[in-house]
């Protein structure tokens, strides 16, 4: 459904003084209201760390405005506790309208478990999954014979 609503008024003096001898007002107002509703706002649905560990990925489930404004600032998307445990300047791409990469900065201190929260009324938070697939380090020793 769609509702429109205008108004319009007009009104007209004179006056005896020279710069204002005549004067006209009208004014026009008028706003058009469409039925859509906004778009959903995106949930977050899934927050792991890559398999190396460097960066976070996040999917939603709903295409974000913020990837289509090119939002790409992680204080634009995360809230201030989880913004602060991603480290020194962390960095954020969306790799697709519904998916977020998140590489973390020196002194990150994410764990498996943490909240992951994004921006009030943007999106909602999950937690973070551990990795899929992480590395193995292995250990080489190299001692003098």
């Known amino acids: 459904s769609s509702t429109i609503l205008s108004t319009t008024s007009s009104s007209s003096s004179s006056s005896s003084s020279s710069f204002f001898s005549s ?6 107002t008028s706003t058009t209201t469409t039925g859509s509703a906004p778009p959903p706002v995106p949930t977050l649905t899934h927050a792991q760390f890559s398999d190396n560990g460097a960066y976070l990925l996040l999917d939603f489930d709903y295409p974000s405005v913020g990837q289509s404004l ?21 960095s954020c791409s969306w790799s697709t309208t519904t998916s977020l990469t998140t590489s973390l900065g020196t002194g990150a201190t994410n764990m498996p478990g943490d909240a992951i929260s994004t921006k009030i009324g943007v999106y909602s938070g ?5 990795p899929s697939s992480p590395l193995v380090p292995s250990v080489v020793l190299t001692c003098p014979h």
């Open 23 to 28: 004067s006209s007002v009208s004014t026009s």
């Open 70 to 90: 090119g939002v790409t600032s992680c204080a634009s998307i995360f809230d201030p506790a989880t913004l602060s445990r991603l480290g020194n300047t962390p």
């Open 126 to 130: 999950s937690s973070l999954s551990p």
